[in-house]
């Protein structure tokens, strides 16, 4: 399979999707500017992802010393060790016992999904696929579905302006207000200990809520970060130690301010101050929820009147026969933003997003060719959750 381009008239959800759906094995390149990953697959699962411009903070020795699983003592060690016998720097820390298999395949596993997630922030660059022969290393890390890296990918996306809002600056500290309610039993797992539960739970594809709240809810991320919080120790120090992750952590410290368990402070000390805004919103919910209504409802018709396939001249063919694959996709993709934004007017009336496209013909938001504009097929479209969604083009 011939799979090689830039970014922009193929983007990284396209490529992961067309790789995992035809079970391919090989070799995904990925270069921008500064950066040059590469993902290995093996029929259709991703294996390993390897940064090749990886900073020396991300590289796996480094992690567990700012996770504070081993010391910077045991790491130097562990890599003399290593110049002499040529193993596996991971192989020699467990060896010693600096630190457990176990927690060290999460870590690695941690390093993979990073490098992954981090494909979807970028902006531009180029991609080749070629197919070879890829081993898998299951006792390093457990391979990944390419469809729950998609999920992850595009749920990241999605909320990082809201955590960024929240949490603009790394400096930030924290301070507990309250104590947290006791966790569900029902919703509780059988674990050997916090760290590998916490991790678990920051990479499960559906995350258990235990009790919901503003912005998510108070699983086992948000309770491993509102334990580990301390005088001191900033937004970079948290996400080191809770080892789920830059954005899981983030995101979990976002949950506890928007339910006031904690509070923010600058680095000045500044408190933040979140009361004014959170009684503005929840006085002004409901006329909120009418004008984004109406705001969304506009430029669905705006759009729409500018997207609709009967205004398009395309001679005698059909809409899915363009001469140009360039400017098929570039249509699918003013189409896609038509359904998204379709689909957020159904949730603000509906209270939840429709479980089918067909929904929204249903309701009168589209119509039914608008479900498959400019392909012979339908998006491909999935709820994860009453706000979340996955929504692609489908494969050609």
Same mark, same amino acid.
């Given at each position: ?10 983007? %990284? ?96 596993? @941690? ?10 922030? #970028? ?17 390093? %890390? ?7 890296? @998609? ?8 909320? #990082? ?38 991790? =678990? ?16 809810? %108070? ?44 509070? &923010? ?28 209504? *109406? ?16 205004? #398009? ?10 001469? =140009?694959?360039? &400017? ?13 934004? &379709? ?19 249903? *309701? ?5 060719? =608008?479900?498959?504009?400019? #392909? ?6 999935? $709820?994860?959750? =009453? $706000?979340?969604? %996955? @929504? ?5």
């Amino acid at each position: 399979m011939a799979l090689t381009g830039t970014l922009k008239d193929f983007g %990284i959800a396209d490529i992961l999707q067309l790789i995992g759906q035809q079970q391919k094995t090989g070799v995904l390149y990925l270069k921008s500017k500064e950066q040059e990953v590469q993902v290995f697959f093996r029929e259709g699962n991703i294996v390993r992802a390897e940064s090749v411009t990886r900073k020396k903070k991300d590289l796996i020795g480094n992690m567990l010393v700012r996770a504070e699983l081993i010391t910077e003592q045991q790491l130097e060690s562990a890599l003399e060790t290593q110049k002499r016998t040529l193993k596996r720097l991971g192989d020699v820390l467990t060896s010693t016992g600096a630190i457990s298999a176990q927690k060290l395949k999460a870590m690695m596993q @941690l390093q993979v999904t990073e490098t992954l997630y981090g494909l979807f922030l #970028w902006k531009a660059g180029t991609y080749e696929f070629k197919q070879e022969e890829v081993q898998a290393d299951s006792e390093s %890390i457990t391979p990944l579905r390419a469809e729950s890296v @998609l999920m992850e990918g595009f749920r990241m996306v999605d909320e #990082w302006p809201h955590v960024r809002k929240k949490l603009p600056h790394e400096a930030m500290t924290f301070e507990r207000l309250k104590e947290l309610p006791a966790p569900n039993p029902k919703n509780k797992k059988k674990e050997e200990d916090d760290f590998d539960a916490s991790f =678990d739970d920051a990479f499960s594809e559906e995350k258990k809520d235990e009790n919901k709240g503003e912005f998510k809810s %108070i699983g086992s991320s948000e309770r491993r970060v509102y334990e580990l919080i301390a005088p001191g120790r900033d937004v970079r120090k948290l996400v080191d130690l809770s080892s789920l992750g830059e954005f899981e952590t983030s995101k979990a410290l976002v949950n506890l301010l928007n339910l006031e368990y904690i509070r &923010a402070h600058q680095s000045s000390g500044r408190a933040v101050s979140a009361g004014g805004a959170g009684l503005l919103v929840r006085v002004g919910g409901v006329v909120a929820r009418a004008v984004v209504t *109406v705001m969304v409802l506009a430029a669905l018709g705006f759009v729409g009147s500018r997207l609709r396939p009967d205004t #398009w001249d395309l001679g005698d063919d059909s809409a899915s026969s363009f001469a =140009d694959p360039a &400017a098929q996709r570039l249509l699918a993709r003013a189409q896609q933003a038509r359904i998204e934004a &379709a689909l957020e007017v159904f949730r603000l009336e509906k209270g939840a997003l429709p479980e089918r496209l067909d929904a929204l013909v249903e *309701v009168g938001l589209l119509q039914q060719e =608008d479900l498959r504009y400019p #392909w012979r097929d339908d998006y491909y479209y999935r $709820r994860t959750s =009453d $706000r979340q969604f %996955i @929504l692609l083009s489908p494969l050609r």
